[in-house]
């Protein structure tokens, strides 16, 4: 069965203390891996699509990776407007539409 | 113009009310999705529209009934609901046709049924 398991559940870091988030996955032929990200009371915001192992993208303090079996998030030096949840996101070449989701990771930035 | 524009954002309604959401997006897009999403969990599939056509139906209760007018509109018409189903209602759309590209959400609809 395909999965998607994020940790940790919750985060709390200082402004500026780096930090990485993990998202596993077990799919039948990955089609695509996304994070997303989610303030409270409104839909996920998209930030990043990986397709293959060995990929990385960026986007201001945000880098996501990818293995064959993980996804990683680093936020680097942090700051509060960071606060969010993060969600992963995996679709298997047998899946279709189908996008199955990851819990998420609440990440809190302190001032 | 990469919104996807949900109305209303916020819905109260009794368990024998007949009330409809609406989504609409401009960029193109041929699928098209209803999600719902409780407090602290990850949004859950419920329809899938691909070129207007209903693709994927994730078991919902028939007291959800999707439509799709055309490419840029996405109904769900909500009849005798229960309190069990207030939650956040998420629109989504994606540009891929065999669902390997990024969805972009709406901000949804907080419904709550009373």
């Known amino acids: 069965e395909d999965q998607v398991t994020q940790s940790p559940e919750a985060l709390r870091l200082q402004e500026g203390e780096s930090s990485s988030l993990n998202c596993s996955y077990t799919?039948?032929?990955?089609?695509?891996l996304f994070w997303y990200r989610q303030d409270p009371g409104k839909g996920p915001e998209f930030l990043f699509t990986?397709?293959?192992a060995g990929e990385e993208k960026e986007k201001e303090r945000l880098k996501a990776t990818l293995t064959k079996k993980e996804s990683f998030l680093h936020i680097t030096a942090p700051k509060p407007e960071d606060s969010a949840t993060y969600l992963c996101?995996?679709?298997?070449?047998?899946?279709?539409?189908?996008?199955?989701f990851g819990a998420g990771t609440r990440l809190f930035v302190k001032a | 113009d990469t919104e996807v524009t949900q109305t209303p954002k916020h819905l109260v309604m009794g368990m024998t009310n007949k009330k409809s959401l609406k989504c609409e997006q401009h960029?193109?897009?041929?699928?098209m999705y209803w999600y719902k999403q409780k407090a602290k969990k990850p949004p859950e599939l419920m329809f899938v529209?691909?070129?207007?056509?209903?693709?994927i139906n994730e078991s919902v209760p028939s007291r959800f009934s999707p439509e799709c007018p055309n490419s840029s509109l996405l109904n769900l018409h909500l009849h005798a609901l229960q309190p069990e189903d207030s939650a956040l209602y998420l629109c989504?759309?994606?540009?891929?046709?065999?669902?390997?590209?990024?969805?972009?959400f709406g901000q949804g609809t907080r419904l709550t049924v009373v």
């Open positions: 989504a759309s994606s540009q891929g046709l065999t669902g390997d590209s990024e969805a972009f």
């Open positions: 799919v039948s032929g990955l089609r695509g």
């Open positions: 990986l397709y293959s």
């Open positions: 996101a995996v679709q298997a070449h047998t899946g279709g539409f189908k996008t199955i």
């Open positions: 960029m193109g897009h041929r699928a």
């Open positions: 529209y691909s070129y207007e056509k209903l693709s």
